[in-house]
Each structure stands twice: as structure tokens, then as C-alpha cells.
């Protein structure tokens, strides 16, 4: 059978029950992958219409889906698309193929699950509630990237460039081949896998619970908590931008807060990167959904999240360091406000006061 037996909820996000006895499908997989392709010819050759060959070639890949368990072929695409993403990236010379993706194929791994279990005929009001946050975030997600010119041809994560001069070339390509293709790739999938413990359960307790309402909507307060993050930056460069091209202050800002070149006002007053901070709480909460659901306290399920969480301290790390050099004020922001973390003075950021020379001061200097 695809889907593992489970007898409690526990067992559904436990290693040896629910993983385990899986890992041998996906040894077999590409085997069973070949096999469907055979017959789907075979079965394309032997039609009469164009209508009938499509559908007689699609039954063999079906039959693979639907006898695959959803853990595995999900896992699989993720690999497949890494090699995808290594290709193209070393063909184009971009590598920000996954950035592309990002906001895409977690929503479309959890919809994976959701269609799983529709075919099984099992209950997906749980999967459902997780698809509605899922496909709020990346819309999200794909607009601020979209208006940021991330879908723009040659568009590429500065990153990149900084890192590659940082960098022999061998030693960028074998970062490309691991993290940036396969390990990114595999990782959007592992952050959305929760979703399995959810589909587990759902045959064993079927119905929408108010702790699956009460996590979709923390899920989508979240959502709505980063968008508010990303609006507010994104108003804030779209003003330093303007001020910068025709050399007029616009309303609402003054000289000072533009030349300071980072938005420090609003929830930026209190983390300095609290779309980050969010974007890390609502995977890793998709993962707390699934250990509240299945009565564990941790599990297997929560690796993605953890890896999410310290690829965005490495990430935030570099990203800050970039910063630091452009702007002379960020070192005091970062002394004031947490990194993620929101900071607890209520009165957020403040301004440094410039140093005053006291006359007693610059008597002693002239002395000297």
C-alpha cells in the first residue's frame, strides 16, 4: 500500500512507521517511472484519436501517482528539479533559478499532498486549511518578488556576484551543484512535508478541529504580518529612489531618514527584518501545526524548518555585512534593534544624536 497503516496520531509522524518503509519506493521510483513511459507509448500507439491517446497515455503515470506514496514522488520532483535548476543556472550563468521558485513550490508540494489525498478518497479539510495559507503566502511572496524585477530577464540575486568574486570559480560551481541547486530544491520541499503528518491524520481523525482553524489562522496573520513588512520597505526605497533621481524630499520623509538609506520606522523600527523573522515562524509553525495534530512533540518533519532557520542566519548574515559597507548608520541600527527577534523598547529605533565637542574638549585637542 502508498500510505502507511497508522493506528494512532503519534504514529503518524513517527520515523520507523510513516518514513521508513517508504524509502524503498523511492529506489524503485525511476524503475517504475521508465515502466510508465513504455506503457504510455504502448498505449498512445494503439489509440484511435487524438482525445483517446491523450487519455490512454496518461493512465500508466496516473497508476504511478496514485500507487506512489506522496512522500516519496514529492521528495523525488524536488531532486528532479534540482538538477533542472543546476542546468539551466549553469547554461545562463544565473543562478538565482530556485529564487524564481521559491514562492512557488511549497504551495505546490502541499497542493501535491492535497490532490493525493483527494484521489485516495481520504478527508483533506486539514490539507485544505494548510493549502489556503500556502496559496496566501505565495501570492505574497510572488507579487513583492515580481515588482522587485525578480522575474525580469537576468535578474540575479546580488548575492551571487559578491560571493562568486569571494570565491574560486571551481569552488562557486561545486556551491552551485550542492546548496544552491539541489539543497535549496530539496529543502522548499522539506518545509512543506508537515503536510504529510497532516495527511496521516486525517485518516484517522478526519474533520477540521479548532486547532487546525486556530494554526490557519496564525498562518494567515503571519502573512498578512509580512506583507505589512514588505509594504513598508518597499514604500520606503520607492521614496530614497525618487529623492535620489529628482532631488526632491516626498512627503512624508525628510532629508535625513532618506539619506540614511534603510528603512528604520514601522516594524522596522523593532526588527530589522521582520519579513525574515515571519517568513521563518510560518514554516516552522506549519511544522508545531503537525506536532499539535499527531500529540508530539517533535519529529522528523521539523528538519525543514530548522534548515530554513539557519540558512537565513547565514543569508541575513551576508546580506547585513553588504549593508553595513554602504550605509554608516546601520552599525548603531543593529546595536538598537534584534536581528529577528522583535526588540522589547517600545520605543523602537532611535536616531543617534550626533556627538557634541564640548569647547574644554577642543581646548585639550589643541593643546595636543
Known sequence: MALP???????CASYDRVIEPCIEQLYSLPYEFINAARASLSHALSADSVNEIAFEAAQPFARLYTHTNPLVSGFAVSLVLGAVFLVVSEINRNYSQVDRCWSLLPTLYIAHFNLWARLQGISTEKLDAALLFSVAWSARLTFNYAR???YSVGSEDYRWEIVQRAIPKWMFHILNLTFISFIQ?????????PAYTLLLASTIEPHLTAVDIAFTVIQLSLVLFEWFADQQQWVFQTAKYEYQKTAKVPTGYTQAALDRG??????WAYSRHPNFAAEQTIWFTLFQWSCVVTSTPYSWFGAGAGVLIMLFQGSTW??????TGKYPEYKAYQKQVNMFVPTTSFSGYKVPLPKVIRTSELAEKKKV
Open 148 to 150: 522587485k524585477g525578480g
Open 5 to 11: 497503516i497508522v493506528h494512532s496520531l503519534p504514529e
Open 318 to 323: 551576508l546580506t547585513e555585512l553588504i549593508t
Open 185 to 193: 530544491s530539496v529543502l522548499l520541499y522539506a518545509i512543506a512535508a
Open 262 to 267: 534603510f528603512v528604520t520606522t514601522g516594524l
